[in-house]
């Protein structure tokens, strides 16, 4: 400013013009001047959403002309998605599937493409992802909160149930069924699917530039900063509290996996989580404290951080390297880190953690 003002006004006293602007004209100038120096700062309009939803706080971010209104769509999308899949509303589409009394139910095209979607990728999965999971979940008060310990003998009767090949999809009839006492739980897949159909809201509606967190385990970025630069995204450390390091996210998906999500102290002064091992019915436990996956998309990511999660980390580097197209942060109880390269190249941790390249020996 100091400069310009000099150019304008002091040096005007010192050096003889060589044309003599007119007052109004040389006011102009300043100001195409000053827009030229401050112009490209000026802001891109932003708009910011926060809702409560599929049971936690989600936040959402967009930047551009259409943002506002594209936001409100997609809360809309996300409202309406949870109220398909929702284990806790009685009303929802899944509440009607979970009676316990098995049989043929239709379905909305929604919930029907969620459903299927996700039974494919749990056939491919093995059995460490199991949307049947639910009945062992009930028996540890994962879905009321009223939690317990079940004993050997009650989760061998329940665990016949939990094999996602006992249900049946019609794509004709929009219909599927379930033997007597099967249970179904999307929450593993639910807010990846949400965020996606958030972004594709979005990117209809022209943005390309968004941050949608629901619930910090899983962040889609839809493009980069509108300046250009990455958005960055706190991981957090084991046990939930502190920062276990920093990631550049352009264009891409994390979804996290972690024990410290839902838990409860037994009175046997172990730790029980929410995330269960389908084959055994008991809370998953292999050393890891959460499993990260940056994916092109949610979906899949929010459903591969669980089942990778549950495989531990010696399967899940297995799974990494038989199949690819992901990349992989695992933080392990003990405060190491291991990680995929593409990972480590965009993933700044914080403090000293001992670190192992997956693949890099
Ligand atoms: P969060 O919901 O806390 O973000 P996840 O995406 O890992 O975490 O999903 C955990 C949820 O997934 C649990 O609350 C439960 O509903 C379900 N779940 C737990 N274990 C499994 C499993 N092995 N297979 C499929 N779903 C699971
Ligand atoms: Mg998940």
Sequence with gaps: MICLMDMFNGSKRRIRPFIR??????????????LLLFGCS?????????????????????????ASEALDTAVREITKLDGLLSVTDPESEISALN??????????EETFAILSSTLALSDELGDSFEITLRPVSEAWGFTTG?????????????????????????????????PAGVKLDLGAAA??????????????????????DLGSSTIRALGSKPDGSAWRVALRGPGGKSTAGVLELRDACISTSGGYERYFEGEDGEIYWHIID?????????????????????????????????MGPDAAEEYYHLHGGFE?????????????????ALFTPEGGADITVIGRD
């Design 146 to 178: 009223e939690y317990r310990i079940p004993d050997e003998t009650e989760l061998a009767s329940l665990l016949p149930l939990v094999d996602d090949g006992l249900v049946a999809l019609d794509a004709n009839e929009r219909a599927v069924s379930l």
């Design 278 to 310: 389908p084959s055994t019915g008991r809370p998953a436990k292999n050393g890891a404290a959460s499993v990260s996956v940056m994916t092109p998309d949610a979906f899949s990511g929010d459903v591969l951080s669980t089942a990778l999660f549950v």
């Design 191 to 212: 807010k990846g699917y949400a965020a996606d159909t958030a972004a594709d809201a979005l990117t209809e509606a022209g943005v390309t530039s968004a941050l949608l």
């Design 99 to 108: 009676s316990g009394e098995g049989g043929v139910h239709f379905l909305s």
């Design 328 to 344: 992989l942060i695992i933080l392990m109880e003990d405060g190491s880190i291991r990680l995929t390269p593409g990972a480590e």
């Design 21 to 34: 602007l007119p007052k109004r004209l040389a006011a102009a100038a300043l100001s195409f001047v000053l």
């Design 42 to 66: 000026a802001q891109t309009p932003e708009a910011r959403r926060e809702l409560f939803s599929m049971d936690t706080y989600m936040n959402l971010r967009a930047y551009g002309d259409n």
